[in-house]
C-alpha cells in the first residue's frame, strides 16, 4: 500500500459502527482514480463492493505560440507550457476553521461543486467531510450538504448538469435540484460506489455492471429508466452515453433517449480514460490524448501529456464547446497539472493545476484560488 491507501484504511478501520463502509472500499476507489481500466477484472474477481463566473467575465486569452491547426489524423507533437491572461474571475479557496476548497466538477453555467480538505506544511490532503459549492458569479465556496459518517471514501466524484447537482452517499446518489437548495433527493437506484456517474442537460446517468445496465434518472426526482448494456460507462454528453464492452478498443455510444447504440472504433488500450462533449469524444492513452469528431469520424492527436503512466496521478478529461481539458492530479498531494486543448485553432496550454471545462466555461486552479473565465 501506498501512503494514500493506508490513509484510508485507516479511516476505515476507525469508522463508527454501522457507518463503516464495505471492506476493502478504499483501495478500491483509489484503483479506480488511477488506473481503474487495468484493474477492473482483477478487482471484480478478488472482491465485491458492498453496502464564479457572470456574462461579464472577460473572454479568456490563452497565449500560445502560433502554429497551423491540424488536419484530421494528423499528430501535434509539440507543447507549449503558458499560463492563462488574469482577466478572469477569481474564486477563493479558503473555507471557514482553515479548510480549503476542492474543486470536483464544473457546470455550464458556471457551478462548481466540490469538497473540502486540509493540506498540510508538506502539500498532502486530507479530505474532509461535507459538500460545497459556488453558484454562478460567486467569489467563494457555500456550505451545501453535511455528509455522514463513514461516507467520506465515496466522496471520490461530483457532477454538476441542467439535471441538478449530485454526489455520492455510501451507495446511493444525492441530487440537489438546479437552482434549489435544502435537503438534497435521494436518486432511486442503487449505486455501487466505484463507477462514475454524470449529470446532463436533463438527465443523471450512470451504470449497474453487476446487472448489465445503464440507469437514466430524469432529474432529481424522475424514475429511473434502465437499459441494456452489458459495458462500463466511461463518458457522457447529452443526449449520449459512451460505453465500453471490453478491452478490445471498440466504444459503443448510446442515445439514453431511445437506447439506440452506434459502434466507434477506437486506438484506446484498457487503461484509458474518456470524455465527451459537443460533437467530440476523446480519450486519453498514454502520453496521447487522442479527439474524435463525432458527426465527420475525424481524429486528432495531442502528445506529450503531463504525467504519462504515472500511477500515482489520477487523470481525467473534460469537453466543452470547443475546448478538450486533460488533467493528471496526484493522489496524495495538491499537486496536478493539465492540457488545455483549442479545437478550433489547434492551440496547447499546460497549467500548473486542474483544469475543467464544460459549455464555454474554463475553469483551473491557480495557487489558492480557481480562475474561471469564458473562453
Not at 24 to 32: D, Q
Not at 115 to 143: L, M, N, Y
Request: proline residues 6%; hydrophobic residues 35%.
Amino acid at each position: 500500500m501506498d501512503e494514500f491507501e493506508l490513509k484510508v484504511a485507516e479511516h476505515l478501520r476507525t469508522a463508527g459502527g454501522d457507518e463503516r463502509p464495505p471492506s476493502g472500499l478504499g483501495a478500491r476507489i483509489v484503483s479506480r482514480a488511477g488506473h481503474r481500466r487495468r484493474r477492473r477484472h482483477q478487482l471484480a474477481a478478488a472482491v465485491a463492493v458492498g453496502a464564479g463566473a457572470t456574462l461579464a467575465i472577460p473572454v479568456i486569452v490563452i497565449s500560445v505560440r502560433e502554429q497551423t491547426s491540424p488536419e484530421p489524423n494528423s499528430s501535434v507533437t509539440q507543447a507549449v507550457t503558458v499560463s492563462p491572461q488574469p482577466a478572469v474571475a477569481t474564486i477563493s479557496r479558503r473555507l471557514p476553521g482553515g479548510d480549503r476548497f476542492k474543486a470536483m466538477a464544473l457546470g455550464p453555467d458556471g457551478t462548481v461543486l466540490g469538497g473540502a480538505v486540509t493540506i498540510d506544511s508538506d502539500g498532502f490532503v486530507d479530505p474532509r467531510p461535507g459538500v460545497w459549492q459556488i453558484k454562478p458569479g460567486g467569489a467563494s465556496a457555500e456550505h451545501v450538504s453535511d455528509t455522514p459518517s463513514g461516507s467520506l471514501p465515496f466522496l471520490w466524484l461530483m457532477a454538476v448538469g441542467g439535471s441538478g447537482r449530485v454526489w455520492p452517499e455510501r451507495e446511493t446518489l444525492k441530487c440537489l435540484p438546479a437552482g434549489k437548495s435544502g435537503r438534497a433527493n435521494t436518486l432511486k437506484a442503487r449505486w455501487d460506489g466505484r463507477e462514475p456517474f454524470f449529470a446532463g442537460k436533463d438527465v443523471i446517468v450512470w451504470s449497474d455492471p453487476d446487472r448489465g445496465e445503464l440507469i437514466v434518472a430524469n432529474g432529481c426526482e424522475g424514475e429511473p429508466r434502465r437499459l441494456p448494456v452489458k459495458a462500463t460507462l466511461e463518458a457522457f454528453a447529452h443526449p449520449y452515453a459512451f460505453v465500453r464492452p471490453g478491452s478490445s478498443g471498440l466504444v459503443e455510444q448510446v442515445d439514453v433517449r431511445t437506447g439506440a447504440k452506434t459502434t466507434i472504433r477506437t486506438d484506446a488500450d484498457s487503461s484509458a480514460v474518456f470524455g465527451a462533449g459537443p460533437d467530440t469524444l476523446a480519450w486519453a492513452s498514454g502520453d496521447t490524448l487522442t479527439v474524435h469528431t463525432l458527426h465527420s469520424g475525424a481524429r486528432r492527436t495531442v502528445h506529450g501529456l503531463p504525467y504519462a503512466r504515472k500511477a500515482e496521478y489520477g487523470t481525467r478529461i473534460t469537453v466543452g464547446d470547443g475546448l478538450v481539458v486533460y488533467s493528471a492530479s496526484h493522489q496524495d498531494t495538491d499537486s496536478a497539472r493539465s492540457l488545455v486543448y483549442d479545437l478550433r485553432t489547434g492551440k496547447q496550454s499546460m497549467l500548473q493545476g486542474d483544469a475543467w471545462a464544460s459549455g464555454d466555461l474554463l475553469l483551473w486552479r491557480e495557487a489558492d484560488s480557481y480562475r474561471l473565465a469564458h473562453r
